[in-house]
Each structure stands twice: as structure tokens, then as C-alpha cells.
């Protein structure tokens, strides 16, 4: 099992260094962690007495790393989900907030489980997330995967300017279907066509 440090780190590998695209909500990232993150939590990294791009320009590997498990992990509880669903529920959550715990969620009210579907994991949905787990983890764990998936296919359905995020230049998988895709079974991976079909209401770029 991967310990909780090493799936931080892949992470921020993942998420890459600074950036300040104009279509992305979330305004000024480095390594997956926005300027809105280091205002809510203030953290002024330069000790400047502002927090502001420069601060996200200054951070470090290592604090984005303690941001995430602090914040992304530890507080939303993902450590009582089962072992299958912790690395992809860490990773949307850094990703998308309290939606990956409610992609979850509506998941397992589809498959026939009563719970809330608030964005909080408390024991009922640990309790369901474990016992669907005991069924078939691997099963579980790409379900979770594809709702992701879907999740940001829809998101880029809404919004045509994050479209970019879900398809690249050329017409490939984009950063965001990608990362989905990460967690998911080869066999479950859509292949061109099938990605073709799906984005053919969105037009050229």
C-alpha cells in the first residue's frame, strides 16, 4: 500500500508547476494548490503581509505536499474509506473539493446504499464505501473512475472554456480525462473513437 505521502507527491507531480490560465477558476496555481487555497487558509508564504501570486509562485514541493495531506486527506477523513478508494478520492479532492466525495457518494446511492450525499464522509458512507469494497474493490475503484470521468465530461459540457482541460489541441484525451483514467482499469479506458463520439457535440476547437 502507498503510504499517504507518496500519493501527495505523485500528486503534485501531477498537477505540475505554476500557472495562471485565465480560464481556470481557480486563478493561480502551482503544483495543484491555488491562490484561493492559501487565502482560506492563510498562508502567506512570503511573510510579505499579502497573499497573492507571488506567494503561489513561491511555494515549495514539500508545502504543497503538507497542504494536501493536511487539508486534502486528513480533514475530509478520506483515511476511513476503504484502502482501493483513497488514493483517486485523495486525488478528485485536490482536484475538485467536496464534489469527490458527493461523485462517491451518488455512487453508492446507485448501487442501492442509503447515504447522504452531502461532500462529507462520515461513517455511513465509510461503512458503505467499505462493505461495497468487501464486494469487489478493484470493481468499486474503477466505478469511482469512471463517475470522475463523467464528471468532468459534464463539467466541460457546461462550460466550453474548460473544454481545454478535457480535450487536448489535436483532439486527444486532455489533462483532465487523463487523470480520470489513472485510476481506472485499462479495459474501462475509453479508446479514440469512443472519445471521439463523446466530444462530437462540442464542435472544433
Given at each position: 500500500m502507498q503510504s499517504v505521502m507518496e500519493i501527495a507527491a505523485e500528486i503534485v507531480a501531477r498537477e505540475g508547476g505554476f500557472v495562471n490560465d485565465p480560464d481556470?477558476?481557480?486563478?493561480a496555481t502551482k503544483y495543484g494548490v491555488t491562490i484561493g487555497t492559501?487565502?482560506?487558509l492563510g498562508l502567506d508564504v512570503t511573510?510579505?503581509?499579502?497573499?497573492?501570486a507571488?506567494?503561489?509562485k513561491a511555494l515549495t514541493r514539500a508545502q504543497a505536499v503538507a497542504i494536501f495531506i493536511r487539508h486534502y486527506f486528513d480533514a475530509p477523513r478520506i483515511a476511513s474509506l476503504p484502502e482501493c478508494l483513497q488514493a483517486t478520492v485523495f486525488d478528485m479532492y485536490v482536484n475538485a473539493g467536496s464534489n469527490?466525495?458527493?461523485?462517491?457518494?451518488?455512487?453508492?446511492?446507485d448501487m442501492g446504499y442509503r447515504v447522504a450525499v452531502d461532500g462529507t464522509i462520515g461513517p455511513q458512507t465509510a461503512g458503505a464505501a467499505a462493505d461495497a469494497a468487501t464486494v469487489d474493490a478493484t470493481g468499486l475503484r474503477d466505478a469511482y473512475?469512471?463517475?470522475r470521468r463523467n464528471y468532468y465530461f459534464r463539467?466541460?459540457?457546461r462550460r466550453p472554456a474548460s473544454r481545454k482541460?478535457?480535450?487536448t489541441r489535436a483532439g486527444g484525451k486532455g489533462g483532465w480525462i487523463k487523470r480520470a483514467e489513472e485510476f481506472i482499469s485499462p479495459n474501462y479506458h475509453l479508446n479514440q473513437q469512443a472519445f471521439q463520439e463523446r466530444i462530437a457535440a462540442w464542435g472544433n476547437l
Open positions: 481556470d477558476p481557480g486563478g492559501l487565502r482560506r511573510g510579505d503581509g499579502d497573499v497573492d507571488g506567494d503561489v469527490a466525495v458527493r461523485i462517491l457518494q451518488r455512487l453508492l446511492r473512475g469512471i463517475a463539467l466541460a459540457d482541460y478535457a480535450r
